[in-house]
C-alpha cells in the first residue's frame, strides 16, 4: 500500500495527516512546528505509524469521533505516555443513519436522499451546529492545550470537519487570519489525504471501491469545501459579533488561557 508521504516518513494507515506549524499569525508570529497536528482515526495504523507517532512526543490525542464511528472504524491504537481524549462533536445517531445509507444502501436510495444541494446544505448546517452546540467541548480542547497538553494531535474520522474545525478554532483563538485558516482546512482535499469510503462490510482493508455515481453523489459530503468552514465563520459572527466574545463567551476561555495558548503555540 502507498504510504502518505510526512516529511521524511510515510504513515500507511492514517489519512490526512499534517503538523499545522508554519502559519502566519498576527504580529509576524508563526505557528510553532512540531506542538500540533491534525489527521484522520488513528485505528488502522501499522506498527511503523506508530512508531512514527510515538516519534513526536505527544502528550494528547484529541478523537472526536462518536461511539458509532469508533464501531465502524475501530478504536485508536494506544500510544505510550500519551493521554487519549474522547470528545465526540456529533450526535451517534446521526453517524449511524448517515453510514447506513452509505455503506448499504441502494444506488436509488442514494440518488433520491444525496442530492447536491441536499448534501451541502447538510454539510453547512453541521458546522453551523458544532459552533452553537459544541462550546464546552472546544472550550476544553484550548483550555488543555494552554494547560500543558502539547504536543497534541487532533483527529476525526477523516481529519476534515469536526477535526477542521477545532483546528479552526485553536489557530482563531491565537489569531491566524481567516483565510489562513481557511487555506489551511482546503488541504484536506488533496488526494492522499481524502478519507476511503468502501461500500459493504468494513475490514481494515476496505469494502467493495466505490461506483463512480456513489463517489459523485457522496463527494460533496467528503469534500473539503470553502462553504462549509465560511458558514462556521458565519455563525460565530451571527451568534457572538466575532471571534473575541465567541472565545470568552462562548467558549469560556479567558484571557489568561489564550495567552497560556499563544506561549506555547507560537514563535516569533
Known amino acids: 500500500?502507498?504510504?502518505?508521504?510526512?516529511?521524511?516518513?510515510?504513515?500507511?494507515?492514517?489519512?490526512?495527516?499534517?503538523?499545522?506549524?508554519?502559519?502566519?499569525?498576527?504580529?509576524?508570529?508563526?505557528?510553532?512546528?512540531?506542538?500540533?497536528?491534525?489527521?484522520?482515526?488513528?485505528?488502522?495504523?501499522?506498527?511503523?505509524?506508530?512508531?512514527?507517532?510515538?516519534?513526536?512526543?505527544?502528550?494528547?490525542?484529541?478523537?472526536?469521533r462518536n461511539a458509532t464511528d469508533q464501531a465502524l472504524e475501530g478504536l485508536d491504537v494506544e500510544l505510550p505516555g500519551v493521554r487519549n481524549v474522547n470528545l465526540p462533536l456529533n450526535d451517534p445517531a446521526d453517524g449511524a443513519e448517515f453510514w447506513a445509507l452509505v455503506r448499504d444502501g441502494s444506488l436509488e436510495r442514494l440518488r433520491a436522499e444525496l442530492t447536491e444541494e441536499r448534501t451541502v446544505r447538510r454539510m453547512i448546517e453541521s458546522y453551523r451546529e458544532m459552533v452553537l452546540h459544541r462550546n464546552?467541548?472546544?472550550?476544553?480542547?484550548?483550555?488543555?492545550?494552554?494547560?500543558?497538553?502539547?504536543?497534541?494531535?487532533?483527529?476525526?474520522?477523516?481529519?476534515?470537519?469536526?477535526?477542521?474545525?477545532?483546528?479552526?478554532?485553536t489557530l482563531l483563538a491565537v489569531g491566524v487570519a481567516r483565510e489562513t485558516i481557511l487555506a489551511d482546512y482546503l488541504e484536506s482535499n488533496a488526494p492522499h489525504r481524502r478519507y476511503r469510503v468502501r461500500r459493504g462490510?468494513?475490514?481494515?482493508?476496505?469494502?467493495?471501491?466505490?461506483?463512480?455515481?456513489?463517489?459523485?453523489?457522496?463527494?460533496?459530503?467528503?469534500?473539503?469545501?470553502?462553504?462549509?468552514?465560511?458558514?462556521?465563520?458565519?455563525?460565530?459572527?451571527?451568534?457572538?459579533?466575532?471571534?473575541?466574545?465567541?472565545?470568552?463567551?462562548?467558549?469560556?476561555?479567558?484571557?489568561?488561557?489564550?495567552?497560556?495558548l499563544r506561549a506555547a503555540l507560537l514563535t516569533g
Open 136 to 169: 464546552a467541548e472546544h472550550g476544553e480542547v484550548l483550555r488543555t492545550l494552554s494547560g500543558g497538553g502539547l504536543p497534541a494531535l487532533v483527529h476525526c474520522s477523516a481529519g476534515k470537519d469536526r477535526a477542521g474545525l477545532t483546528v479552526a478554532v
Open 201 to 260: 462490510p468494513e475490514t481494515e482493508g476496505g469494502g467493495a471501491e466505490l461506483h463512480p455515481e456513489v463517489a459523485r453523489l457522496l463527494a460533496p459530503l467528503f469534500d473539503a469545501r470553502a462553504e462549509y468552514i465560511l458558514a462556521a465563520f458565519d455563525q460565530i459572527d451571527a451568534t457572538w459579533g466575532g471571534t473575541e466574545r465567541y472565545l470568552s463567551e462562548g467558549l469560556g476561555v479567558t484571557a489568561a488561557e489564550r495567552e497560556g
Open 1 to 64: 500500500m502507498t504510504g502518505q508521504q510526512t516529511g521524511d516518513s510515510a504513515l500507511v494507515g492514517i489519512r490526512n495527516f499534517r503538523d499545522v506549524g508554519g502559519l502566519p499569525a498576527a504580529g509576524g508570529a508563526r505557528v510553532r512546528h512540531g506542538v500540533l497536528y491534525r489527521s484522520g482515526h488513528l485505528a488502522h495504523a501499522t506498527e511503523a505509524d506508530r512508531a512514527f507517532l510515538s516519534g513526536l512526543g505527544l502528550r494528547t490525542v484529541f478523537d472526536f
